[in-house]
């Protein structure tokens, strides 16, 4: 498996050069929807989606896509698998570049994009018969183990216009896994999923990453998900890439940003002392004193206000949940 | 090749599994039994008519006295014209009928052929029900219904696809744009033409059965009074080309609406253009707009049937030019449009 405490910035992500086992390269891409005649010169006014993103995903990697709504996520989802068409940039998967080579380059990648859509009047079976065909044809028995795998078993004789929401999802992972590919991409793969559907989506994932090495990129809304499941996270807002952050870079950054505090007897004393020992944020509110503390130790805090002679009847410390940073870095 | 021969036997066997498909084809199927039973029923009602009627070919004219009777009436009919009796409308066609018709008989009386034998897929002035009238009949019906269900098919498979994002998770396979566009293309194409030639040939045999079978040869008489006259078999399966001439201008057509317009208008525009757009100019301007006709599909039934030529003046060398450019400009924009548009 890949090393990912490797740190890598938005400037290291540019450069697919300094990634260990660059597969996914997406360079410079950038894609402006307009409306009208616009539509067909490329010129003129429009929504910007995209703007010069570039993004590695390496071989056998968990990388996943954080933003808000309307960031770009799906656009970007949308773009990698050939169904929105870029103004700029380009994309590559293994070497194989998506504009001159679709057939070669999706023959690798098994998609669920959004909602999955299926033939609503046509049963699971047939729209799974129907798609795996259109693959160039998959056996029987390995489409039955799928549907087994997802949990459709029962019900992937029904019309699909009778699905949940969950069965439909179940069926969007079904499609995108049954030609084994090397490459999984699932847009909000967990929406409408119960507990323990998400908890087998997880696991699904995991598996195939880990038994058949399988690169996973996923865009997800559930921030739990992505920090549990992700090796890399891309923050994106306004079409943008933020940042991209390891899970080590992730669960260290959660880490330095902490606000701690404190009930003393002389609060505004306490403020003044930790803004010069320190340098850190402050504010009293009665008794309490918060502290914003970034990459420090909490305890010299603690310690210095004893030293200086200030009461310390409570000392507690929150640090920053990913949240936050989601926010902190997509706003 | 391969991945087109797959995705076009998967679009072929998705549309004719379609229970629409089959309901669409039952109902023209219980129409045309209707129409059958109507003609037959009328025939028979019409059998003791009078058979004095101007221009019965069926009741023993020759072909040179038919000629004189339609030079004559053409004559009177330009004389009208001229002293202002009749205001000629643009939508009036009689002199090109009639000139059709002399040029008919003046064939038949110049290679010595009984025109009582012949028969033009449009009477001669006949009031009684041929077997060959009830064939032409019921090809146009058929094959009318079998338009119309070509432009609900296109619509449906590529803007209604596209609109409802089933093209979407069919895109994510690796399959070319253009192949995939190709293949449901001649899905279509092969699904309206299937239930065309299979009810054709239905209504042959029940045209035989109840109608004394398909005798005469067939005289072909275009807008330009070129005549010729051919085997009744050939005929049908030059009609048959004509058809599939029709019906492949008709998808293209209606897929090029769905580029520019989306879904509704793929649906919308066609049927509207086809169904209603000659009935309203005709009822408004009194004229009709055959050049409509001939973007769509029927203006190629104007110039190469008696109606008239799509464009008045216009010949049928310069009516198939401007048609080829037309469907070359059609597809080159769909598969360009098609390549290019993001999808939902």
């Known amino acids: ?331 | 090749m391969k991945g087109l021969a797959t995705a076009y036997s998967l679009e072929c066997k998705k549309i004719f599994s379609a229970r629409a498909f089959w309901i669409f084809a039952v109902i023209i199927l219980l129409l045309c039994i209707l129409v059958t039973a109507s003609f037959r029923t009328i025939g028979n009602l019409i059998e003791g008519m009078d058979e004095s009627a101007v221009g019965g070919s069926d009741y023993g004219a020759s072909a040179a006295q038919l000629a004189e009777i339609y030079r004559a009436q053409l004559d009177e009919y330009l004389a009208q014209v001229a002293d202002g009796t009749i205001e000629r409308k643009p939508s009036d066609t009689t002199e090109t009928y009639l000139k059709n018709m002399i040029a008919i008989c003046e064939y038949c009386d110049e290679h010595g052929l009984d025109i009582s034998k012949l028969n033009t897929f449009g009477s001669i002035g006949s009031l009684k029900m041929s077997p060959d009238d009830y064939a032409s009949m019921m090809m146009q019906i058929i094959f009318g219904f079998s338009t119309i269900m070509s432009i609900v098919l296109a619509a449906r498979v590529v803007a209604g696809e596209t609109e409802d994002g089933t093209m979407r998770m069919q895109l994510t396979r690796p399959i070319k744009r253009s192949t995939l566009l190709t293949a449901k293309h001649g899905a279509v194409f092969t699904a309206s033409m299937t239930l065309g030639i299979v009810l054709t040939v239905v209504f042959m045999i029940v045209g035989a059965l109840f109608f004394d079978g398909i005798s005469r040869d067939v005289v072909l008489v275009d807008a330009y009074q070129n005549v010729a006259v051919i085997n009744p078999y050939a005929a049908i399966f030059i009609l048959l080309l004509f058809f599939a001439a029709m019906t492949e201008l008709t998808v293209q057509f209606t897929i090029f609406c769905g580029s520019l317009t989306g879904g509704t208008g793929a649906l919308v525009i066609p049927l509207v253009l086809y169904l209603f757009a000659d009935t309203v100019a005709a009822f408004l301007y009194d004229t009709y707009i055959p050049f409509v006709g001939l973007f769509t599909n029927m203006g190629w039934a104007g110039a190469l049937t008696p109606q008239g030529a799509p464009i008045n003046g216009m010949s049928i060398y310069s009516m198939l030019a401007v048609t080829a450019v037309w469907f070359a400009v059609m597809t080159a924009v769909n598969y360009i449009s098609f390549e290019k548009r993001d999808l939902k």
Request: glycine share 10%; hydrophobic share 40%; aromatic share 6%.
């Open chain 1, 1 to 331: 498996m890949q090393d990912f405490s490797e740190s890598f910035s938005v400037a290291d992500a540019k450069n697919p050069s300094t990634d260990a086992n660059p597969y996914l390269c997406i360079r410079g891409v950038s894609k402006v929807f307009r409306k009208g005649i616009a539509r067909w010169t490329g010129k003129g006014n429009g929504i910007t989606a995209l703007d010069d993103v570039s993004l590695t995903v390496n071989r056998g990697e968990i990388f996943g896509l954080l933003g808000p709504n309307g960031a770009g996520k799906s656009t970007l989802i949308k773009v990698v698998t050939g169904i929105v068409v870029p103004d700029k940039g380009s994309v590559s998967l293994d070497g194989i570049d998506l504009k001159t080579d679709k057939v070669g380059f999706m023959s690798q990648v098994g998609a669920q994009i959004e909602t999955p859509v299926f033939f609503n009047k046509r049963s699971g079976w047939w729209n799974l018969c129907y798609l795996a065909d259109l693959q160039g044809g998959l056996p029987e028995q390995r489409l039955k183990d799928i549907v087994e795998l997802v949990g459709l078993t029962k019900r992937i004789n029904s019309r699909v216009g009778t699905y949940s929401m969950g069965m439909r999802q179940r069926l969007g992972l079904a499609q995108a896994i049954m030609h084994k590919p090397s490459l999984l991409i699932l847009d909000e793969p967990i929406n409408g999923l119960d507990p323990d559907g998400i908890a087998q989506i997880r696991d699904l994932i995991l598996r195939l990453r880990n038994e058949y090495g399988t690169t996973v990129l996923f865009s997800s809304h559930i921030l739990g998900e992505m920090q549990t499941l992700c090796d890399r996270v891309a923050f994106i807002a306004k079409g943008k890439v933020v940042a991209v952050k390891t899970r080590a870079e992730i669960e260290r950054g959660l880490g330095d940003v902490a606000v701690l505090s404190v009930i003393c007897d002389e609060p505004n004393r306490a403020a003044a002392l930790v803004t010069e020992k320190f340098g850190f944020r402050t504010k009293v509110q009665g008794t309490v004193l918060y502290v914003e503390v970034k990459g420090g130790n909490t305890a010299d805090i603690n310690k210095t206000l004893i030293e200086n002679g200030i009461s310390v009847v409570s000392f507690s410390v929150k640090t920053r949940t990913l949240e936050e940073m989601y926010k902190e870095l997509t706003k």
